[in-house]
């Protein structure tokens, strides 16, 4: 084979590769807008949608009822934080995960079940079982995922907190935090 047809194939290879990483970074794009399109149109809510997709979330409810949440997300970490939310009633917080790895940090002394169709998938319960009035109830389906769900007072005190976050700040931990 002559130089000009060894040439004319590495052409025709790196055309395809600029194609196809053309359609794969359109696509990352699409689904991308896609998922923050469905936490954006559920703002207003009673039961609010978080979404992340290939991302790192921080979301933290603030001092206020807590009516439950869909959490949709794909190839994240996403922690949610309820340490401060007031439950006055049994909620759901209802997952579809993949390839993610889920924290959700509850008030201390709060139920929780989770009933979680897992394949692939580490779930922990690092609670402290107490009884109380209402329960968090966590369902839904997790592939190839890590799901912990931690009290705030197994998971740290305010001091810990705080160092944690400026450790964060430092080596540029979690770049994005929704707030409700």
């Given at each position: 084979?002559?130089?000009?047809?060894?040439?004319l194939k590495i052409s025709a290879v790196a055309i395809v590769a600029g194609v196809a990483i053309k359609i794969g970074t359109d696509?990352?794009?699409?689904?991308?807008?896609e998922y923050a399109r469905i936490e954006e149109k559920s703002k207003n809510d009673l039961i609010r949608k978080y979404t992340?997709?290939?991302?790192?979330?921080?979301?933290?409810?603030?001092?206020?009822?807590?009516?439950?949440?869909?959490?949709?997300?794909?190839?994240?970490?996403l922690v949610i934080d309820?340490?401060?939310?007031?439950?006055e009633k049994d909620v759901y917080i209802s997952v579809d995960l993949k390839a993610t790895s889920l924290t959700v940090i509850l008030p201390s002394g709060q139920s929780v079940r989770s009933?979680?169709?897992n394949i692939f998938t580490k779930v922990t319960d690092?609670?402290?079982?107490?009884?109380s009035e209402h329960t968090i109830y966590i369902v839904g389906k997790a592939r190839g995922c890590n799901v912990e769900?931690?009290?705030?007072?197994?998971f740290m005190d305010d001091d810990i907190k705080e160092e944690y976050e400026d450790f964060n700040e430092i080596v540029g931990g979690f770049d994005n935090t929704a707030e409700e």
């Open positions: 084979m002559s130089f000009t047809g060894k040439l696509k990352y794009r699409q689904k991308k807008k992340a997709f290939f991302d790192r979330k921080l979301v933290e409810i603030e001092d206020g009822s807590f009516e439950g949440c869909d959490i949709k997300s794909l190839g994240s970490k309820l340490s401060r939310a007031v439950i009933d979680i169709n690092n609670t402290d079982s107490a009884e769900i931690a009290s705030d007072s197994v």
